[in-house]
């Protein structure tokens, strides 16, 4: 059953979910993502997992959200608050959007998930380190440089050629 | 633990809902990101989810892999979407002819 932290957090992430997608403003559609970002961290404490929490809090509400948001300042005005959308396309999107759900919930339903409960003790967050450095540390090597990569590659790609001739030429 | 795991499903099942209708409505390109973070999210919620309930670490080291890879992957799309600005003057994806430069 679920108690009244769990409804409450429901409600703020789906809700700021719509809002990001539906509000007018893309800069007030940022900090409703924020919002969904902040209630997927608090489902994460509920889940008691106090890491990934805040992980989750560094990485996206810390550095993901803000740099959208610098994004979309960097948008001309018009563009922040114009909502170019076709009529019959948004219509089958809400279909598509309801026959997800209840087809998804449908097979969940079915498939006996709602018995599970748990009483184990949560995990300790040293056994997370322990899987990072014991069974994926190959795939932890990966990420670096994934990670690596991506920031070269996106420093690459913004660069602006006119800048930085105009730098060279002066 | 008062709630159950069909909870949390339900929530991320919602979430991934929601994250597809962005995707396939949408054409503005930056609230087309906004509903792929909404997709990973849904996925990290369950992998947590199932962590906790089946008890495993392994789920949560997923979920960090998981935020991890998707913030390289918003930093590569803002660039991108920064080099679509610059070269149409706008976000609309229908107005996006070609990436080259």
Redesign the interface.
């Known amino acids: 059953?679920?108690?009244a932290v769990?409804l409450a957090l429901?409600i703020m992430?789906?809700g700021s979910?719509?809002a990001?997608?539906e509000v007018r403003s893309?800069i007030y559609?940022?900090i409703a993502?924020m919002g969904?970002?902040g209630g997927?961290a608090g489902?994460?404490l509920?889940?008691?997992?106090p890491?990934?929490a805040m992980?989750?809090i560094a990485?996206?509400i810390g550095?993901?959200a803000v740099?959208?948001l610098f994004?979309?300042m960097?948008?001309?005005r018009q563009?922040i608050f114009i909502?170019?959308?076709?009529k019959r396309?948004?219509y089958?999107?809400?279909g598509?959007?309801?026959i997800?759900?209840v087809g998804?919930?449908a097979v969940?339903?079915s498939s006996g998930?709602?018995t599970?409960?748990?009483?184990?003790?949560?995990?300790?967050f040293r056994?997370?380190g322990?899987?990072?450095l014991i069974?994926?540390w190959p795939?932890l090597i990966l990420?670096g440089f994934?990670?690596a990569?991506?920031?070269i590659?996106?420093?690459t790609?913004?660069r602006?050629e006119d800048v930085t001739n105009d730098q060279h030429a002066s | 633990m008062t709630n159950t795991l069909l909870d949390f499903m339900i929530v991320s099942i919602a979430l991934l809902a929601i994250g597809i209708y962005g995707v396939s409505v949408k054409r503005n390109a930056i609230r087309m990101l906004f509903a792929i973070e909404m997709i990973v999210n849904a996925a990290n919620l369950n992998l947590v989810a199932f962590a906790r309930f089946l008890p495993s670490s392994h789920g949560q080291t997923f979920a960090l892999f998981s935020i991890a890879i998707a913030a390289a992957e918003v930093g590569v799309g803002l660039a991108l979407i920064i080099v679509a600005y610059r070269m149409y003057k706008n976000v609309d994806i229908a107005e996006f002819r070609s990436l080259k430069g």
Not at chain 1, 46 to 49: A, I, K, P, Q, T
Not at chain 1, 116 to 124: G, L, N
């Open positions: 059953m679920a108690d769990f429901s992430t789906i979910a719509i990001a997608l893309l559609g940022s993502l969904t970002l997927i489902f994460f509920l889940l008691d997992s890491f990934v992980f989750q990485v996206y550095s993901i740099l959208i994004t979309v960097l948008v001309r563009l909502k170019i959308e076709d396309r948004r089958a999107g809400i598509l959007m309801l997800m759900m998804i919930g969940v339903l998930i709602k599970i409960t748990t009483d184990a003790p949560p995990v300790d056994d997370i322990g899987d990072f069974y994926y795939a990420m994934i990670l990569a991506s920031v590659g996106a420093l790609l913004a602006r």
